[in-house]
C-alpha cells in the first residue's frame, strides 16, 4: 500500500515536494520509484531510489531539477521538484521496486500508489 500526497497547482518556476507512504509490504526492502502520467500519454518513469537511500538515477527529463530521497525510519520517499515546468504536469505516483540502472522502466513495479495531481501552469 502506497499513499501519495504533496501535489496541487504551482507557477511555473515553482516547487513541489511530494511525499510517499508506504505500509503493508516490507517497503524498506524495496528499491521505490517515482512515475507520472500526463492525459493522453503514456506513464513514465522518472527516478528511482536504493533500498538503503545510497543510489538514485533520473531520467533525462528531470535530471537536475528533481531530487528523490527516502526516509525508511517513517516508510516514506520523497520527490523534491524544482524548477517546474508546464510540462511536468501530471498525476505523479510512487511505486516499488524499481531498478536504479533503468529509472524509466514502467513494467518492474508492483505496487502502485493512486497518485497525485501536479499541475503547473500560470
Known amino acids: 500500500h502506497l499513499v501519495e500526497s504533496g501535489g496541487g497547482l504551482v507557477q511555473p518556476g515553482g516547487s513541489l515536494r511530494l511525499s510517499c507512504v508506504g505500509s503493508g509490504f516490507g517497503f524498506d526492502y524495496y528499491h521505490v520509484g517515482w512515475f507520472r502520467q500526463a492525459p493522453g500519454k503514456e506513464r513514465e518513469g522518472l527516478s528511482c531510489?536504493?533500498?538503503?537511500?545510497?543510489?538514485?538515477n533520473y531520467t533525462e527529463p528531470v535530471k537536475g531539477r528533481f531530487t528523490i530521497s527516502r526516509d525508511n525510519a517513517k516508510n516514506s520517499v520523497y520527490l523534491q521538484m524544482n524548477n517546474l515546468k508546464p510540462e511536468d504536469s501530471a498525476t505523479y505516483y510512487c511505486?516499488?521496486?524499481?531498478?536504479?540502472?533503468?529509472?524509466?522502466?514502467?513494467?518492474?513495479?508492483?505496487?502502485w500508489g493512486q497518485g497525485t495531481q501536479v499541475t503547473v501552469s500560470s
Open positions: 511505486a516499488a521496486p524499481c531498478r536504479v540502472a533503468r529509472p524509466g522502466d514502467v513494467d518492474e513495479p508492483d505496487h
Open positions: 531510489i536504493s533500498r538503503s537511500g545510497g543510489r538514485t
